[in-house]
């Protein structure tokens, strides 16, 4: 049965569990290398590397630990997007294309904003924090668009728009936890996995409360080819 959103098939609670459950563990996976990273980075001998301002960073730490977090953002897209795959076959058929063209998107994001990143951390090396949350956030951002033009899905608004939300959701977590906890210094570590756990959470979600709204009006508001008001107009006159 080829996939037809919002008439069939019907979206259950169980895929926004099994969704945000997808998402939590592909983000778990730039979590292990972040850690993996981290533990890495002990190894380097400061040392007997050229400061750049006289302090404890240097260009080449800084450089390092930017590949540390595209590495991370890479492998996390990835793997976020396989689980989400197999959550939902049907839909998302093309799962090559899909991760070959969030390869190469991340790949451009690493190169355009390196220079940035690494002039920042080089000033205050805690900066290096907010830009890999920031990172995070549009990188994970593109992915899903990127899947769901992949897969042909005809409701990117809704896409947007959960996304929209799943980002708001995910900077209130980041707060809370930053209040609990007292200190930024672990949020960039456990972004990830609440990230991607965001997205999977509220795209699902946003197609379970649309899926009720297109069962009770029968009108597919968000569809990318549905046109209103005097578009409608035009549209059909066009048709004619």
Known sequence: MAYNFPIEPEVHVSDIFFRTIAGLFGGGFGTLVLLIGILLSGSFDSSTLISFDGGGNTPFFVFISIVVVYVALLISA?????????????????LLSTLSHVFSLITVIFVVSSPVSIFLSLISFQSLGLVSLALMSVVTLFSVIVMETVAGHKHLLLTLYSSAVALFGFFIVMLLLSVALG????????ALPFLWA????????????YQWIYQLYGNDFLNSTTRVGSDYIKEERTKK
């Open 183 to 190: 200190t930024t210094t672990l949020l960039v570590v456990l």
């Open 198 to 209: 965001s997205f999977g959470f509220w795209q699902v979600s946003f197609e379970m409360i």
């Open 78 to 94: 990835l793997a976020s997007l396989t689980f989400f795959y197999y959550t939902d076959r049907e839909r998302y058929s093309y």
